[in-house]
């Protein structure tokens, strides 16, 4: 049976990027998702399809404060840039079940999400010690390189799905401009395609805003 999954978040690149990295793994299905956590709290239909709710961030927290739930089952999941063991399982009325960093790599999320479903409590994100072995070996791409603002740029289109004809309209550059920008990016960041991008853009908390 597939785990039913939601994502909010305020940034369309973080759901983008979840997205992508549960697509990886047929067991997960991605039912729902959206920039407006209160709309997705008040959709009884969606709520009672969902297993695993993740939610990003304050904007998260202070939502679910004041929120009953009403479909007991689901599992709530925050995401936080800053994790540590003295962060409250409980907000007001809802319980949170387990903490994803927003460093994770997407074994990490996935293991989180089915322990999570599981009804166990994962405290698999205290800072450097549990990131993958190869993040402790190496420095990461985006912490090693800098892009440029105008990669900056072109990138977060590229996570918005714009074409690259679309984005050097948007940006009022060339064609065989944005193609350069892209060949940099992917050889800066050690990735071989467009969900590459995107995904070490979100695995390493690149900000392209």
């Known amino acids: 049976m597939r785990i039913k999954v939601a994502i909010f978040s305020e940034q369309w690149i973080v ?9 990886f793994d047929p067991s997960f299905e991605l039912v729902a998702s959206g920039l407006d956590g209160q ?15 993740i939610w990003d961030g304050e904007a998260a927290v202070s939502a679910l404060v ?6 007991k089952h689901i599992k709530i999941v925050l ?23 927003r ?5 990490t999320l996935h293991r989180t999400i089915r322990e999570v479903h599981r009804g166990e409590f994962p405290d698999n994100v205290e800072a ?4 993958p072995a190869e993040n402790k070996r190496k420095p990461s791409p985006v912490n090693a390189v800098s892009l440029t603002k105008r990669e900056r740029q072109v990138l977060k289109l590229i996570t918005e ?14 064609l065989r401009t944005v193609e350069t920008h892209r060949l940099n990016m992917t050889q ?15 695995r390493m908390g690149l900000s392209v805003y």
């Not at 004041?66 to 479909?71: A, I, Q, T």
């Not at 460093?103 to 074994?107: A, K, L």
């Open 79 to 101: 995401l936080s840039r800053n994790y540590n063991k003295g962060l409250q399982h409980h907000y007001g009325n809802v319980k949170v079940d387990g903490f994803i960093h």
């Open 128 to 131: 450097a010690e549990n990131l």
């Open 188 to 202: 800066k960041l050690a990735v071989k395609n467009t969900a590459g991008l995107v995904k070490e853009a979100i």
């Open 15 to 23: 759901i983008h990027g979840l997205s992508r990295m549960l697509s």
């Open 161 to 174: 799905e714009f074409t690259n004809q679309e984005i050097a309209d948007q940006l009022c550059i060339s």
């Open 103 to 107: 460093n994770c790599d997407d074994t």
């Open 39 to 53: 709309a997705l709290l008040r959709d009884r239909q969606i709520l009672e399809q969902v297993d695993v709710f």
């Open 66 to 71: 004041g929120w009953e739930n009403p479909v």
